[in-house]
């Protein structure tokens, strides 16, 4: 099983980027098994896909949020990281990282999540 | 982009069988998943690739998927089943792109 933490600022200020990271236990990184992905949600609001890497590099990302967003692999067999460039009060979220599986073939559900880190844009 | 539909709320005496939908084009071709989100915690999936559990969910829960309409079946309703539920599906026709309906609020009258 694994386990997934979320780390980074709380506080961020308008039109700067916001960087987080997700620490994995149990596993690494680094295998076909998993894929990594960011989601979001605002308070009181629903969940909303930010993006998904896999070991290879391979990187999906919403269309809506695609300009502003990195996902990238760390440099330890453990982390992976968001970047969101140009944040607003609308970018005020608990952000997760979660991991799916990729079995026989990927069908996208998110297994295993962090407990989530909220992360509130104001100067 | 793909868009999914959930009704905003569905209200169930304990007991009795929700029933909460999802509907998406031609969703019946994709895999559906659901989650539970408790209130001040992260998702928990429920049910994935349509009707699958996790282990240590209930049988209790299940799902359908076809046509335009995959629903989430929870029988025998708890009151500890009390949470919002979003689905949620791959969208593969151009990108991979995850995509989650917009919740439910189950609530257990």
């Known amino acids: 099983q694994l386990l997934l933490q979320e780390s980074g600022p709380g506080l961020v200020k308008p039109s700067e980027t916001l960087s987080l990271t997700c620490t994995v236990s149990?596993?690494?990184?680094?295998?076909?098994?998993?894929?990594w992905g960011w989601i979001r949600q605002p308070p009181g609001k629903g969940l909303e896909w930010i993006g998904t890497?896999?070991?290879?590099?391979?990187?999906y990302y919403s269309p809506s949020l695609k300009s502003r967003v990195t996902i990238s692999v760390g440099t330890s067999n453990s982390q992976f990281s968001l970047k969101l460039s140009s944040v607003t009060a609308a970018d005020t979220a608990v952000y997760y990282c979660?991991?799916?599986?990729?079995?026989?073939?990927?069908?996208?559900?998110?297994?295993?999540w962090g407990q989530g880190t909220l992360v509130t844009v104001s100067s | 982009s793909y868009v999914l539909t959930q009704p905003p709320s569905v209200s169930v005496a304990p007991g009795q069988t929700a029933r909460i939908t999802c509907g998406g084009n031609?969703?019946?071709?994709?895999?559906v998943h659901w989650y539970q989100q408790k209130s001040g915690q992260a998702p928990v999936v429920v049910v994935y690739?349509?009707?699958d559990r996790p282990s240590g969910i209930p049988e209790r829960f299940s799902g359908s998927n076809s046509g335009n309409t995959a629903t989430l079946t929870i029988s025998r309703v708890e009151a500890g089943d009390e949470a919002d539920y979003y689905c949620?599906?791959?969208?593969?026709?151009?990108?991979?792109?995850?995509?989650f309906g917009g919740g439910t609020k189950l609530t257990v009258l």
């Open positions: 979660a991991s799916a599986p990729q079995g026989y073939i990927l069908t996208g559900y998110y297994i295993y």
């Open positions: 149990g596993g690494s990184i680094s295998t076909r098994n998993y894929y």
């Open positions: 890497i896999y070991y290879s590099g391979s990187t």
């Open positions: 031609n969703i019946g071709s994709k895999s």
């Open positions: 690739d349509d009707n």
């Open positions: 949620q599906v791959l969208d593969s026709s151009s990108d991979r792109l995850w995509v």
